[in-house]
């Protein structure tokens, strides 16, 4: 089955700075990868999100990249904030399989932008 | 629109004891999944209705979790009986499409089992 590995587990930045996470993915047939943001005892949302036809996109300060030979993706934040401080999550899963879409998670990089 | 609600936000309980947790999705959303967090480990899949029928439960960890969705509305997933290293956030979500629509996240249930 799919494995994802995350990377930085922890990340802390001066504000204004760029803050970047790594993530790998095993499986080939994964084909669309989104990135979730949970602040503190709030619940995981969508921040972004790319599919494997794509191979970067970007809203705003933030943008995905993807790297389909090496089976990596990053997320990268430009002009951090103290309100991007979160733990963020990329997760994996193939969508045109027909099946549960089931996301497959990293196990969150904790960023903290220091003011 | 509402969001994804689940209940309760905390439950703690006894080795041996019973606990079942309630997802409410968002009104219309056919599909519901149910997902954990061990204390620092990854968010993981558990299982996946699409109306009131079980898609996937693949990530089931054994038969002591038993999770309903009577008349494709909201969903239960019941432990009993609750062992120590059932604790964590459980997390439900729900999607109104497939192919990559959104899934939508609930606070979650954190679950301390003593």
């Known amino acids: 089955g799919e494995n994802v590995e995350q990377h930085p587990s922890t990340l802390s930045v001066q504000e204004g700075d760029s803050a970047v996470i790594k993530c790998t993915y095993s499986?080939?047939?994964?084909?669309?990868f989104p990135w979730y943001k949970q602040e503190l005892g709030k619940r995981p949302q969508l921040i972004i999100d790319?599919?494997?036809?794509?191979g970067e996109k970007k809203d705003q300060r933030i943008a995905v990249t993807l790297n389909k030979t090496a089976k990596h993706f990053s997320l990268h934040i430009t002009e951090t904030q103290p309100e991007d401080s979160a733990v963020y999550f990329c997760a994996a899963t193939d969508i045109f399989q027909g099946g549960s879409e089931k996301l497959v998670f990293g196990k969150g990089t904790k960023l903290t932008v220091n003011p | 629109e509402a969001g994804v609600t689940q209940f309760p936000s905390h439950s703690v309980i006894e080795k041996g004891q019973t606990v079942t947790l309630r997802c409410d999705p968002i009104s219309g959303h056919d599909n519901l999944y149910w997902y954990r967090r061990v204390m620092g480990k990854e968010i993981k899949f558990l299982l996946h209705f699409v109306k009131e029928s079980k898609q996937d439960e693949s990530g089931m960890p054994n038969n002591r979790f038993l999770a309903e969705r009577t008349g494709g509305t909201y969903s239960t997933l019941k432990v009993q009986p609750a062992e120590l290293e059932d604790s964590g956030v459980y997390f439900c979500?729900?999607?109104?499409?497939?192919?990559?629509?959104?899934?939508?996240f609930g606070p979650g249930t954190r679950l301390t089992v003593t």
């Open positions: 790319i599919r494997s036809n794509v």
């Open positions: 499986d080939s047939a994964s084909n669309y």
């Open positions: 979500a729900s999607s109104r499409a497939r192919l990559a629509g959104e899934k939508y």
